[in-house]
Structure formats: C-alpha cells, structure tokens
C-alpha cells in the first residue's frame, strides 16, 4: 500500500483519477492494525483500485484538515472527491461491500 | 468443517487464558477472534492492577504476551466473526462469516462494548471528535481541548492518559460536587492533575459540529441551564454492553444482556460456557476475566471426559444398561447399592450396570429428569426403556430387567 503524506496526498489523492482508499491510522491503534492484512488482501484483488495508508501520528493536520478525527478510518475518493466513509466501527467486509458498490 | 474439542468465541483476556488452559491440558482448541486478540484490554495504555505487572505495562502489550502464552501452548486462532450457535446436540455447531466449526464445547467470551450516550450528534460526529477509545484517537487532539463523559474508573484513567496529549481536559460527572465512581487513588491523581477540570451535576447533551466536533451542551442536573462549551473532542467512557445479540433465544440471557452462570461458569445449555465481561459479575477486569476462562476451561475439560464417558459405557453399548443414581451423601440411596450391585452381578450376561454420583455430577440427572433418589433407569439402545424409583427391591428390580 501507497504511504502517504503532506508532500504527496494532493497529487496522489486529491489529482488523482478513479478510485482511492485511504486508511487512516496510527501505530498505537489495535483496531487499525487488526485491519491491515484485511486490506492488504482486499487491495490485490482490485486492482482498479489505488490502496494508500496514512499515519495520523505524523500527518496529524492533515487527517483533520480531512475531517478525520477518530480511528480507525477509510475514506475512499473518486476523481479527488471523497465519496465513501467507513468510521470505527467497522469490519473489512464492510470495505469490501463499499468498494464493489462503487466499482460496479 | 473443522471439529475441536473447545471452541471459544472471542480473543480477548477472558477468552485468551480459557485457552491457555484448554491447550495445557491437551484439549483441541481454537479461539475464533472477529477483530484483533486482546479485546478491550488492548484499547488502554494505562494497566497498572493486573497482578504481577505495574512498572509500565500496558493493555497491549499484556494481552500480547497472553496470546503468545495461548501460542505456546498449541492453541490455536481464526479471524472470524461468530454469526450463529446450533447448540442442541453433543457436537456443537458454531458458524461464522466464513464457515462452520464443531466443538464438543463452548466458551463465549465476547466481552462488552462501550456504551453510547444516545445523544443528539453523537452518531453522526463518532470519528469526527466523538470517540470511545482514548489510545486509538489521542493523537489528534494534541494541544486541543477535549470533553470527557463518565466517572468510573475506565473514565477517569482515561482522562488522565489524554492530559498527555490535549491542552484541557474537562470531566463531566453526573453526581454532586467532589463524588466520582472511580477508585480512591484514581480520584486522588485527576484531583491533582492541572489540566483537569470537572463540571459537576451534569450531563452531556448534545455533541454540536459541522462535520466536525465544534461544541457541547452540558444540561445542569440541579439548576436545568444548559451552558455551550467548545471543545475538540468528546471521549465517551460510560460503561459497557454486553456482546450477546447473536445469542438471543440460544440460552439464558438477563434482562440486560449478561448471561447468568453458575459458579463453574455453566450457562443455561450443557457444555456451553461464559467468560469475562459477557458473564453477569460483580468487578469486570482483565484479572477477573482471566479467572473466569481458567475456570470455565478445567469445567470444560471434566465435561467432556464424563459425556465421552458416559457416551461410550451407556448411549453407544448394545447391551442394555441399567443407570443408576445416587450420592453419597443420601441414606436410602446408599442402602441401595449394594442392592443393586447384586441383582446387576447375577444378571450380568443381560445387562451393565453404570452408577452416577450425583454429588458429583448432577448434570446427567438433570437431564434425565431424575428428582428422586435413588433411581434407576434402564437404558437400551440410548433410549429409556424403564425406571424404578424410591426403595429398591430384589423383586423390583427382578421385573425390570424381565422386561429386557
Ligand atoms: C478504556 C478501558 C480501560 C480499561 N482499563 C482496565 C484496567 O486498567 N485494568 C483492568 O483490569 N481492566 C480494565 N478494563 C476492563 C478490561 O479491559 C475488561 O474487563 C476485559 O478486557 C474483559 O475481557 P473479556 O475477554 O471478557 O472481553 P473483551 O476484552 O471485551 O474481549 C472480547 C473479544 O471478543 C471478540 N468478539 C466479540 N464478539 C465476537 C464474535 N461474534 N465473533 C468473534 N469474536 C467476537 C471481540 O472482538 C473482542 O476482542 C478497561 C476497559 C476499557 C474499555
């Protein structure tokens, strides 16, 4: 997965066409890092997809400047436009309904 | 479909040492975990009353070390979530998202969830400022102000993790001036903390945002004004609920949710076993919920062996079995014993005869609806082909084996 960070989230994010999913998370979240192998394997299956992680810890201005303020979180973007969130409470199957409803 | 001898549905402190001792005592075991091992004990830095371990240690790293002690022990782990239970017969069934598993028995040990305050904005800010986990979201509010709600000891401790990171944070308790839930050395550390601040006789609201969390309403208990703060965040700690939705109508729940046991963690349906904080208790914590699976994990290990047992010398005999209970403990029930050792010895070439203690094991009593001792059943085939209860004599205990 893509890492991200304020040099590059415009151009591969907010620049970008198609479909983008952005994990949100920290190294000190459990919950997020119990849903990274989850994304891991959801991101070789659809390849149509851009799959990119960013760490809050150290993009903190930018997660908020996202409206982001809790994790987990994903926020999937097509065309630079967010367009699908997925907060806290959630389970990877939920992310991979999110991305066949949007890919189809 | 994959058979165990122990399933146990969730991975967090309770269901972790369950699986300590199941593996130990060389019983197939497979803890099936929806998320990540360590449940909510994962979700604190601050762990400092778990014997043993005060110098630092934190939630994770704990349940870590758990984990790899359930490891070493040769049990082993799926991420899956529990969907149903069909627990009517001997092999239990158990089905996830992803499959089917059979267990000979069932320690659940799904924990509790954070409680929500049910108020206006809340739903729609969770992830956005509104939070119920303070390791996971702290590093946002750096320098920022944030609102707590709640006062026990999961809240205040929390408060106090989160001073670490915010510029203010402010505690809105419930109760009148000076009166917290938490524990005494727990109070004594967030009286004495600067950047703490307590808005007493009040409760939240209604969490205030675009998109983001702006501001909160404090309704005043006492006075009924309801003043606007502004804050960044607002962390929610008041209490929890049980994870039993997928049992519902499975076996006995209490009117909240919690499921009832006995003190060998036993719930209402034989072979199945409840851990930790799912289990109706007085002092949910990792210690006790460690406890709990130990306990729940030998109850299940002796379950077993006398089901197999009793399985193997009276269900699947040919032969007739005459099955008789008694105790140790109940005069008449002594007496007739050597009774019926006799008439079993002088009819041995027509039947076996199995004796169950029923102070030692009530469980197979109950099932057969034995109330009165003593009692014996004659058994054929697994199926009850007759009984004699009360006083046992040679006569009529002759008449039931005639009836073979
Ligand atoms: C913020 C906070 C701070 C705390 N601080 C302390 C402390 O300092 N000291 C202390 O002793 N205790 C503390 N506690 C309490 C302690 O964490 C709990 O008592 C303990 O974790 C309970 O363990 P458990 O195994 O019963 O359940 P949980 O820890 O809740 O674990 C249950 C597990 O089951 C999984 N699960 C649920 N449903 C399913 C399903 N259908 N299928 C598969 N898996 C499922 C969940 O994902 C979870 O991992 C704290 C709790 C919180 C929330």
């Known amino acids: 997965m893509l890492e991200l960070d304020k040099e590059n989230f415009a151009a591969e994010v907010l620049e970008a066409q198609g479909l983008v999913l952005v994990d949100f998370w920290s190294p000190k979240c459990e919950p997020c890092k119990a849903l990274l192998p989850g994304l891991e394997e959801l991101a070789g299956r659809y390849p149509a997809v851009k799959f990119a992680k960013l760490n809050i810890l150290e993009n903190r201005r930018l997660a908020i400047g996202q409206r982001v303020m809790g994790l987990p979180t994903i926020l999937i973007y097509r065309d630079g436009e967010k367009v699908a969130e997925l907060s806290q409470d959630f389970q990877i199957e939920d992310v991979e309904a999110k991305l066949k409803e949007l890919s189809a | ?404």
């Open chain 2, 1 to 404: 479909m994959s058979s165990y001898d122990v399933i146990i549905i969730g991975g967090g402190p309770g269901g972790l040492a369950a699986g300590i001792y199941a593996a130990r005592a060389k019983l197939s075991t497979l803890i099936i975990e929806k998320s990540r091992v360590g449940g909510q004990a994962a979700t604190t830095e601050e762990m400092e009353n778990y014997p043993g371990f005060f110098q630092g240690t934190t939630g994770p790293q704990l349940t870590q070390a758990m984990y790899e002690h359930a490891r070493h022990f040769g049990c082993q782990f799926c991420k899956d979530e529990v969907v149903d239970l069909e627990l009517e017969g001997w092999e239990k069934v158990i089905v996830t998202k992803q499959g089917r598993y059979t267990a000979k028995a069932v320690i659940i040990a799904t924990g509790a969830e954070p409680r929500t305050l049910g108020v206006k904005g809340e739903a729609e800010l969770k992830g956005k400022g509104v939070s119920y986990c303070a390791t996971c979201d702290a590093d946002f509010f750096e320098d920022l102000e944030v609102v707590v709600v709640g006062n026990g000891d999961a809240a205040i401790e929390e408060a106090i993790y989160l001073t670490r990171f915010a510029a203010k944070v402010t505690i809105v308790v419930i109760h009148d001036e000076g009166v917290l839930d938490a524990t005494k050395i727990i109070q004594e550390r967030a009286f004495a903390n600067e950047k703490i601040h307590f808005v007493w006789n009040s409760v939240l609201e209604e969490i205030k945002g675009d998109g983001i969390v702006q501001a909160v309403a404090i309704k005043n208990l006492k006075t009924g004004a309801v003043t606007e703060l502004a804050t960044d965040g607002v962390f929610i700690f008041v209490g929890t609920v049980p994870r039993t939705e997928f049992l519902r109508g499975k076996l006995d729940l209490d009117e909240r949710g919690y499921i009832p046991t006995t003190e060998l963690m036993e719930t209402s349906v034989d072979g199945v076993y409840a851990v930790g904080d799912v289990r109706q208790k007085f002092l949910r914590q990792v210690v006790t919920a460690a406890a709990d699976g130990a306990i729940a994990a030998v109850a299940a290990e002796k379950y077993i062996h006398e089901e197999e047992n009793f399985r193997k010398e009276v269900l699947e005999k040919t032969k007739p079995v005459a099955l008789m209970f008694w105790s140790p403990f109940h005069k008449e029930s002594l007496a007739a014993v050597p009774v019926v050792e006799e008439v079993a010895a002088a009819n041995a070439a027509k039947l076996d005869l199995v004796k169950i203690d029923t102070y030692r094991n009530q469980r197979i009593a109950r099932r057969y609806g034995v109330e009165e001792m003593p009692a014996l059943l004659l058994v054929k085939g697994g199926e009850v082909a007759g009984a004699v209860t009360g006083p046992m004599s040679r006569d009529s205990l002759e008449d039931l084996i005639k009836s073979i």
